[in-house]
């Protein structure tokens, strides 16, 4: 199959900037962590290439009509191209039924006769405006990346959250939103350097609908959740939870920041990707399945601490971990070992952790 002319403008530009590994960044402008190994990643790209062949004709062939079947379910899995990301996003997900139905919207909260006096109205919980929070946050957002010191790209993600905090003030702004939303300007950005803010406000939108209350002010579905999670690993990895719990640290002082931040900074940037190429078509079991394999992962790590601090070390090891580097072994083993998780499951353990969190 003849690559189509996007496809070619996404080689030239993205993949031949990930091939040189000496590169300072990689292809989406992040540093290469300590833990970066050259000739692994010349193997990687390898590898890379030889799915690329496979299943880019594949994707080509739907002629951008994704229509949601077992067929597409597991190319989705096997990761999708970077060139059909953003179309399969808005489409798997609710984000182009919601942009649709919500013609003008996204232009009608980002008018400038509107936003800014709008939006100072509404305050965080503690009373400070959020307009502030979000200024303030956006330095911090990716602050090496060199897309980020771009005051486009600054405009863009302030505006995508100031939208969101008018279209949903319930929620209003959480910090992690901003990772989620700076990644969502990353993954979807044109190979001409084009951004794409509304349709990265429909598909945070569509996010918010898969893990609700994970960024509310009160993150009632967050504590669940996380709660939720250590009785999986209660279950399945009793010696390790054992083990780690016998710190009498709260496991849910780590997992937060991975449901929060939906594994920004915890995972190697292409493979968050990968990671929310499931997400956003199967849903919120997928935060399950990967925070679950992430014990996997480091079960022996885990199981051979000897304090607190070791502890607290090996999670903070995690961050851009060098074990889920290939993104499809990593992706494929999340399905593998963790065992079945469906919705209807995780949904009953979820209604049993709220009733014992209502018990006096």
Known sequence: SVLNFTTLLYTIKFEVMSNDVKNETNEYGFDWPPTFDKDFHSFYLEKKRRKDLKYIPKWEALNGVYIRNKDLKKMVRKGIPRQYRCDVWMSVSSARKLMLENEGKYCELTAK?????????ILDSNGEAQLDVIQRDLCRTFPENPSFKDSTMQKNLQDILIAYCLFKPEVGYCQGLNYI?????LAT????????PEQCFWLL???MEIIPDYHSVSMSCLNTDCLVLEKIITKKMPKTHLKVSSFGLPLQMFMTKWFVCLFVDILPFHTVLHVWDTLFYEGFKILFRVAFHQFLLHKQELKGLEDPSALALTFREMFWDSKAWDNYEYMKNTFKKTGKMSRESLTRIRELQNNENREP
């Not at 006769?113 to 109205?121: D, L, Q, T, V």
């Not at 939303?181 to 300007?185: A, M």
């Open 113 to 121: 006769n509107s936003g800014e006096s709008k939006y100072s109205k």
């Open 181 to 185: 939303v700076g990644s969502l300007l």
């Open 189 to 196: 950005q044109r190979p001409d350097g084009e951004l794409l």
């Open 205 to 207: 939108v569509a996010l």
